[in-house]
């Protein structure tokens, strides 16, 4: 089979390294992809979003499927876009229509969809800018701390926590009034701070049936012990030590069950992962987002942990006979560490030769921000995120003690990574 997978980072590594391992796949191109990618498959120039272009590639190339890495394109209807058009309708597209990628792409249509299913998730309400004032007396009237997020896609970025009413308020302008998010915060959502230990769910759907995939917990702050700014995510640990049986039981009944009837019952026929933010609140699992995809770093500790043959998973939800398949996991425990750019999230530094690569032992390496330059025949960086190092061994400390080896021994100017992935779980 011929593949156009699109995307850049680590999660598309990743995938095209698992895709890779199957009998099945004849040529895969990745667009744009990176340096890891390129060892893998075929590199071509081509906007992820512009999906004419897309289109004349995929006749050109004779693919026969696509799958989508980032929420963009799914959320712009990329999915949909090929069902419309007679001479690729046929092309199965591993990602949701728009409807379902509203899920990520709205966190008001998220949230609607949730309390209609009755799906446990923070308490909240919606504002636009005609509803300021009534925003900025509900935030008066609830307790601190206050959680505001941004409609709309906001690059990771559209969720403040404000400690302070007055700081609230003066967000909520911002985002409504200022439009600090562009468009995504033409409506704002304001919800109840929940306390607890996130983890992320994933599950792979034909939009009939569905498959759990390993757990993963994310490491997103910069800092050691969870501290300063968000960032894309700065690590990866699966499986979640608290997601036991018990745990996982009740995410499936009070959640993913739910969600998928949900899909259905709306008309949406979702064929992708499906990414439930979760936190476990006391005993109980709530909902903080969804998203359309799957998680990056997640996605590098959770592939290298599914036995199956992902493009016949993949298969199987083009033709919805995912009921066919299993999930197989690797019992073992999987551990990322990502190696960042001096100066990320804020604005970093690129072009920093990376060396050490080929040092590298009992790890698997996914590329997220690099680039081979083509006359040095070097590796460079080009994004805040650069290497992911995933371990996968017995235990969650075998495998951080590998990581971090390796972690190590890959060097660039100004590489910063966090050493205490998973300090709250081991
Ligand atoms: P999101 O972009 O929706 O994943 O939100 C980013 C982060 O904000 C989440 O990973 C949580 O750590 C935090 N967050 C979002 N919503 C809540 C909430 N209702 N209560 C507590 N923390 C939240
Ligand atoms: N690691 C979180 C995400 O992919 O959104």
């Given at each position: ?7 850049s980072?680590g ?19 990745i ?8 060892e ?97 007396s ?25 400690q ?146 992902l ?49 590298t ?16 025949g ?27 080896a390796?972690a ?19």
């Amino acid at each position: 089979m011929n593949i156009l997978l699109l995307g850049s980072g680590g999660r598309e590594h990743a995938i095209a390294w698992k895709l890779a391992q199957s009998n099945l796949l004849n040529r895969l191109f990745i667009a744009p992809g990176n340096a890891g990618t390129a060892e893998i498959g075929t590199n071509i120039i081509l906007s992820i979003t512009d999906f004419p272009a897309i289109k004349t590639f995929v006749l050109k190339h004779q693919i026969e499927m696509v799958i989508v890495g980032p929420e963009d394109p799914l959320v712009k209807g990329i999915h949909d876009f090929f069902l419309s058009d007679i001479e690729i309708s046929g092309i199965p597209v591993i990602g949701p229509v728009q409807k379902g990628a509203m899920l990520e792409g709205s966190k008001d249509f998220a949230k609607k969809f949730m309390n209609r299913y009755k799906i446990p998730t923070a308490a909240y309400q919606t504002f636009t800018m005609s509803s300021l004032d009534e925003g900025i007396s509900f935030i008066r009237n609830s307790q601190a701390p206050y959680v505001l997020k941004a409609d709309g896609l906001a690059a990771g970025k559209g969720v403040i926590i404000c400690q302070t009413a007055g700081e609230a308020t003066e967000e909520l302008q911002s985002m409504l009034l200022d439009a600090k998010f562009g468009e995504a915060s033409e409506k704002v959502v304001v919800e109840k701070f929940l306390k607890g230990i996130e983890l992320s769910v994933f599950v792979l759907t034909d939009g009939k049936t569905y498959l759990i995939l390993p757990e993963a917990k994310d490491y997103k702050k910069i800092g050691e012990g969870d501290t300063g700014p968000n960032t894309g995510g700065m690590g990866s640990v699966s499986p979640v030590p608290f997601a036991d049986k018990d745990f996982m039981e009740k995410v499936e009944t009070t959640i993913i069950r739910p969600t998928m009837n949900g899909l259905i019952n709306e008309g949406i026929d979702y064929r992708g992962f499906i990414f439930f933010g979760l936190i476990k609140v006391g005993i109980d699992p709530y909902v903080i987002e969804y998203n359309c995809r799957l998680g990056d770093p997640e996605a590098e500790s959770v592939l290298p942990r599914i036995r199956n043959d992902l493009l016949e998973l993949f298969i199987a939800v083009g033709k919805q006979k995912l009921e066919d398949e299993s999930i197989l996991v690797d019992p073992r425990h999987a551990v990322t560490v990502m190696l960042v750019s001096k100066g990320y999230p804020d604005s970093y530094e690129k072009g920093k030769e990376i060396v050490g690569l080929d040092r590298t032992k009992e790890s698997f390496v996914f590329h997220a921000g690099t680039t081979r330059d083509p006359s040095s025949g070097k590796i460079l960086s080009t994004g805040g995120r650069v290497i992911a190092v995933s371990s996968v061994c017995n235990n969650t400390k075998q495998a951080l003690s590998k990581s971090y080896a390796n972690a190590e021994t890959i060097d660039f100017e100004g590489k910063y990574y966090r050493k205490d992935i998973g300090f709250d779980l081991v």
